[in-house]
């Protein structure tokens, strides 16, 4: 079963224009969630996480993300896009209890000048 | 230099020969973690390891053997490399588990002809 779904493999925006990037999760119990950014031929870094506090969570060079647990949902955003945002962008999560790790297939973001 | 390093960074074999990647991280972190990147599909968990001489299975282990003698390294090995194993490796190390940011290494690319 599909723990994470990220919707829409490319999303191009405009320079200065709202990012916004879809994940949404599947589990049972509460989530442990994560975004992560790649750059051309770079290993993954992390942009920021959820765990339980806070449900709008704000990350490195101005990403935020916000929980939804009636949705199921947990999309990343930015107010005002830059050429360096451009990357391959991951959602993860990790089910309690259970020592794994599942990634969404990625969402590549190209930002037009 | 502190940091988590991979090598090769790339490889060509053939189909039936044994390859071995390797991953070494200087943060002395507990967790090392073995993914594969795929077109469509993310990045999937191959292996990962809680300490010196403790593995487990992830997601995608079949054709895979790890070890990890000891914590600052974690190859992973392709008995029988098939084509199907060609694909990006990335190793991760992390302090912990639960909600520990996962650090990436800049991955090995291995091609199987």
């Known amino acids: 079963a599909q723990s994470v779904t990220q919707l829409g493999s490319h999303v191009s925006v405009s320079e200065g224009a709202l990012v916004l990037l879809r994940c949404n999760y599947s589990?049972?119990?509460?989530?442990?969630l994560f975004w992560y950014v790649q750059y051309p031929n770079q290993g993954l870094q992390l942009l920021l996480k959820?765990?339980?506090?806070?449900?709008l969570v704000k990350g490195i060079n101005g990403f935020e993300a916000e929980f939804k647990k009636s949705e199921t949902s947990f999309h990343l955003t930015k107010p005002s896009a830059h050429m360096s945002d451009a990357a391959e962008y991951f959602c993860?999560?990790?089910?309690?209890?259970?020592?794994?790790?599942?990634f969404g297939t990625g969402t590549s973001l190209t930002v037009i000048p | 230099d502190a940091g988590i390093t991979q090598s090769p960074r790339y490889k060509i074999t053939e189909t039936g020969r044994q390859v071995t990647l390797m991953c070494h991280q200087t943060?002395?972190?507990?967790?090392m973690f073995w993914y594969r990147q795929d077109l469509g599909h993310g990045l999937r968990l191959i292996y990962y390891?809680?300490?010196?001489?403790?593995?487990d299975k992830g997601e995608v282990p079949d054709g895979y053997v790890v070890s990890r003698s000891k914590t600052e390294n974690f190859p992973l090995t392709l008995e029988s490399a098939t084509r199907s194993q060609t694909s990006v490796y990335f190793c991760?190390?992390?302090?912990?588990?639960?909600?520990?940011?996962?650090?990436f290494g800049p991955g090995t690319r291995l091609t199987v002809l």
């Open positions: 943060w002395s972190h507990s967790y």
């Open positions: 589990s049972s119990v509460p989530p442990y």
């Open positions: 959820y765990t339980s506090a806070a449900t």
């Open positions: 390891s809680a300490a010196a001489d403790i593995t």
């Open positions: 991760a190390s992390s302090e912990g588990l639960a909600v520990d940011t996962q650090y």
């Open positions: 993860a999560v990790r089910i309690s209890r259970r020592n794994q790790f599942y």
